[in-house]
């Protein structure tokens, strides 16, 4: 468990559950974020600490989603907080044990298909939004949440004005943590991309064989299982913004500010998903496309084999109705006892061939250009 304290004056941490918020006149809030395993161990202290600083509880249905490995994406609100379910497209394939809460296994879990999508996991991330403080609920060893609290760091040590770029509220540094998650596949898509490329490249190619068919197969199916979260991801942050524009306006100046930025934060969140979503969509129809022209390409290649072996065989049908006439075993056949009689029939054959043969080449049936 890490807790982080963040504020105008910079960023604290922990690894013990808050007893107080920061003041509210000051600013600031709490970020308690968790493994999986470990707030489902510590739950009872969880809500212990939620009911103490914020006045309320989570609600049985919310724990249940907080804990789910397989839930979708989703958003779900009460009076007293917002939750928001996303799942993550990072690195990231382990889980932890009940006996050691917050502490990853060794052994990764194994995935299906190309090199890219095996390092892509889709766990879910739980956020609980209360007014000053966020619960985060992540899978074992999280590299989205390490790599945002490095950034945390980051921002509070800048001398240039770091500490006007924290996150200002709970709603503010979930979006900030979102937009990470979803710029994770952001900076996958391009090596993605390179490996569809080179399977097309060799589907095409019709000196070489493919087989690579089962990569090729849970690659394609990897990218719908894609499709289909982030269009729950887009459904889920698309909520989140119509509830944000049910909120009251606040009345001073600052408060509208704020929550102008969340709804720029949110919106440039769906965009980036919309992004993803079209690069996903994209290499799904690259991918089926590219099946379909290696058969194509496979289907014209048997076409050509099979013109070139019916103009061969034409060629020689000739040559040898000529050697089983003059085969057939008869005494009076025209040139059978003429001493010139094999050069007069290898001239009517080679004369017959290579007609057959310019003419062929000239109706392209023999050219190997013709595709």
């Known amino acids: 468990m890490r807790v982080f304290h963040i504020g105008p004056g910079g960023v604290t941490e922990n690894d013990q559950l808050p007893t107080s918020l920061p ?25 212990a600490m939620l009911q103490s600083l914020c006045g309320a509880q989570l609600v049985d249905l919310h724990l249940s989603d907080l804990l789910n490995k397989q839930l979708p994406s989703h958003y779900d609100y009460t009076s007293q907080y917002d939750l928001l379910v996303f799942r993550r497209l990072a690195a990231g394939t382990r889980e932890t044990d009940m006996e050691h809460p917050g502490e990853p296994l060794h052994a990764p879990v194994r995935h299906s298909g190309p090199p890219v999508l095996r390092r892509i996991d889709t766990s879910p991330v739980g956020f609980a939004v209360f007014d000053r403080l966020l619960l985060t609920v992540h899978p074992a060893d999280c590299a989205v949440r390490d790599s945002y609290a490095a950034r945390l760091y980051m921002a509070a040590s800048d001398t240039r004005g770091g500490s006007a770029r924290l ?37 095409l190619n019709p000196r070489t064989r493919f087989n690579n068919w089962s990569a090729l197969l849970d690659a394609r199916l990897s990218l719908h299982h894609l499709d289909e979260i982030c269009e729950d991801q887009r459904a889920a942050m698309q909520d989140w913004i119509d509830a944000i524009t049910t909120w009251a306006m606040p009345t001073d100046a600052l408060g509208r500010q704020e929550r102008e930025l969340l709804l720029v934060r949110s919106r440039d969140v769906l965009e980036h998903i919309e992004r993803v979503v079209h690069h996903v969509r994209r290499l799904e129809q690259s991918a089926e496309t590219a099946v379909q022209m290696h058969f194509n390409v496979q289907g014209n290649r048997t076409n050509d084999i099979m013109r070139t072996l019916t103009a061969l065989t034409a060629i020689f049908l000739p040559l040898n109705l000529i050697t089983g006439f003059f085969g057939m075993n008869f005494d009076f056949l025209p040139l059978i006892h003429n001493t010139r009689g094999i050069w007069w029939a290898a001239a009517i054959m080679g004369v017959a061939g290579v007609g057959l043969a310019l003419f062929f080449w000239r109706n392209r049936y023999l050219d190997r250009q013709a595709r």
Request: glycine share 4%.
């Open 23 to 47: 003041d509210a006149t000051q600013g600031g809030f709490v970020w308690v974020a968790c493994a999986r395993r470990e707030f489902e161990v510590m739950q009872t202290q969880v809500q």
């Open 167 to 203: 996150p200002t509220s709970p709603p503010d540094l979930m979006l900030r943590i979102v937009n990470l998650m979803v710029d994770g596949y952001l900076d996958l898509r391009r090596e993605l991309t390179r490996q569809l490329d080179h399977w097309q490249a060799e589907l």
